[in-house]
């Protein structure tokens, strides 16, 4: 490949690359940024400018950029199988050292990987095998799956039915049926006077209320991100899981965790469903468990689930060319490995959360941040006109961007949704980077104040 310059690159990408989740008229008119190059906790774009990324990519660079260990594991794999399928009574050995290696990691007896290339393409697949595992026991009416308002859980056609995000399911037709929803754990907005621990359980019985409304008989699973992340890094309350997971368990409902985010350490935990204190019936992941440097997803299921898929489920209509993929696999090994040798799950948990939550409160002591939410290393602020009641800004998603702009104008990366700046950096960032992120974010802060003139 020849290198072209800048300008050159931003017309070609104007003219040839429609970009997701962009208004790709407004972007083609304001350039696209390049990025060139990663390490550590930085990244650093054609123009040369350095900027360090609080947002790890896309949630998911857990260990950093440019580790030679996950290219070397790839190239060794490419060169000695480029690939095979798992279609044909084969597999490969990374794919089977995976498979064992996510039954030891998850918790519970969740022993079970079916693998895919993403986190959208895992939610297809426990729509369809959820409702397989039903229907072969005799109970194909206990097909429903009940999501949340604002949930995101992928892109494609069941993962956005799954997710609850209005301005998707316009788009193409959504949701498809035997999809329902119930609103989100969010006490900023929605908890009045009640005080957290109340509100949990009252946004958690909701979920009763929509079974019994639609008849367990007929609900098959309910799906939820352990922490909601990209509506705006929603911290459910304490009491919230436990008692979603005492309803699923009242109603025969499995519990489904999509741990695409929270998964390989971004709470502390390595899952999120540990870090809220429950145990899911199957769970997603994906993003964290390669760090982004390859795609991967799986969905993992429990030893109830795929015995009954494996024992009564015949042959399973499902696959993708690339599941199990050889060269991801390898990756996502070795990516594992790294995150166990140098404990950086542990040292998070123990060490570099508590710094960073010290130091978010901080930013939260602005007088435009109206909450400072943040559970391990994932976290937002939510930006508000009137630091003394949890309210929006009138015209709802008009500040975060300015935000955004200003923090990057800084040389700091955070991604806004609505008005709430959101944080989930690389595991690996330290005590300086955190203060560097500190001292960033608040003259982003700042300056956005002077920008709306408060
Ligand atoms: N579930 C959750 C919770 C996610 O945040 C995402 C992606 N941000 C997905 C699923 C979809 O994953 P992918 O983009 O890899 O398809």
Redesign the pocket.
Known sequence: MDHLDTRTLQQLDAAHHLHPFNDNAALAKRGTRILTRGEGCYVWDAEGNQLLDAFAG??CVNIGYGRKELGEAASKQMTQLAYYNSFFQCTTEPTIQLAAKLAELTPGDLNHAFFTN????A?DTILRLVRHFWAVQDQPQKNIFIGRHDG????TMA?ASLGGMKGMHKQGGLPIPDIHHIDPPFWFIDGGELSEDEYGLLAARRLEDKILELGPERVAAFIG?PIM??IGVYIPPRTYWPEIERICRKYDVLLVA?E??CGFGRTGEWFGSQYFGFQPDVM?I??GITSGYIPL?AAMFNDRVAGVLKEQGGELAHGCTYSGHPVCAAVALENIRILQDERIIETCKAQTAPYLAQRWAELGEHRLVGQARIAGMVGALELVPDKRKRAFFPERGSVGGVCRDNALKQGLILRATWDAMLLSPPLIITRAQIDELFEKAWKALEATAADLGI
């Open positions: 896309l949630w993403s986190g959208s393409e939610n995101y859980h992928g892109t993962g991100e992340g990209a999509d695409v985010i997603t994906a993003k997803g």
